[in-house]
């Protein structure tokens, strides 16, 4: 599965999303190339247009505050095996 990410780049990612102004704007903007950013090999081939692909966006990205404050859940969402099947959100809730 192309989407499947490796836990060295789950701890990254989640490292730079609750700490990290640049790359939350870098994610905000354009999560492929963040993703690629931190070690995701698959994010580099634009090709892949597939699962997890199709509907990554963000439009509102959850606060660092709350990202650190959930990082174990949205962890161990990120390396289920299921992962790329099921959204993880890393936004603010709509109200």
Same mark, same amino acid.
Request: hydrophobic share 40%; charged share 30%.
């Given at each position: ?15 730079? +999303?609750? =700490?990290?102004? %640049?790359?939350? #704007? ?6 492929? &190339?963040? /993703? *690629? ?19 990554m966006s963000v439009n509102q +990205?959850? =606060?660092?505050? %709350?990202?650190? #404050? ?6 161990? &969402?990120? /390396? *289920? ?15």
């Amino acid at each position: 599965m192309p989407f499947k990410l490796s836990e060295d780049t789950v701890d990254t990612l989640l490292d730079k +999303l609750s =700490s990290d102004d %640049a790359f939350r #704007a870098q994610f905000q903007k354009d999560p492929r &190339q963040a /993703l *690629a950013s931190v070690g995701h090999a698959a994010a580099k081939d634009t090709s892949i247009d597939e699962g997890a692909w199709v509907c990554m966006s963000v439009n509102q +990205l959850a =606060s660092k505050e %709350a990202i650190k #404050a959930s990082r174990d859940a949205l962890r161990t &969402q990120l /390396l *289920a095996e299921k992962a790329a099947h099921n959204p993880i959100s890393l936004e603010v809730a709509k109200r």
